[in-house]
C-alpha cells in the first residue's frame, strides 16, 4: 500500500544499478546553472565528468549511462521550469 510516488525507494528495494547512480550524479554536474553550466548529458561531458571525479564507465556502459542521465536531465529541466512559472499560469 504505497500511496506515495512509486518512484519513491523503499528499504526492500535493491540499490540501483551502478549506471543509474552514474547518471545522476552526472546530471547533478551537468545541470549546474550559471557560471558551472555545462551543456548536455552528452557522451563528451560524460567522458569528462568521469575523467575529473575518478568515476569508471566501461565504454560499452556508456550508452545505458547516457540514456538515463538524459531521462533525469529531461526531469530535471521540466521541474525547473515548472518552478519558474508563476502559480497562477499552472492549469489546475
Not at 500500500?1 to 523503499?10: A, C, F, I, N, V
Not at 557560471?35 to 556508456?62: C, G, M, Q
Not at 538524459?70 to 521541474?79: G, N, S, V, W, Y
Request: glycine share 2%.
Amino acid at each position: 500500500m504505497r500511496g506515495l510516488s512509486q518512484d519513491t525507494p523503499s528499504l526492500f528495494d535493491p540499490p540501483p544499478p551502478a549506471t543509474v547512480s552514474h547518471a545522476k550524479d552526472f546530471v547533478r554536474w551537468c545541470c549546474s546553472f550559471g557560471t558551472n553550466f555545462r551543456n548536455s548529458p552528452d557522451v563528451a561531458n560524460l567522458r569528462y565528468w568521469a575523467r575529473t571525479h575518478k568515476v569508471r564507465i566501461k565504454e560499452d556502459e556508456e550508452p545505458e549511462v547516457l540514456e538515463a542521465a538524459r531521462k533525469a536531465f529531461l526531469k530535471r529541466i521540466e521541474q525547473l521550469t515548472r518552478k519558474s512559472q508563476p502559480a497562477s499560469s499552472i492549469p489546475s
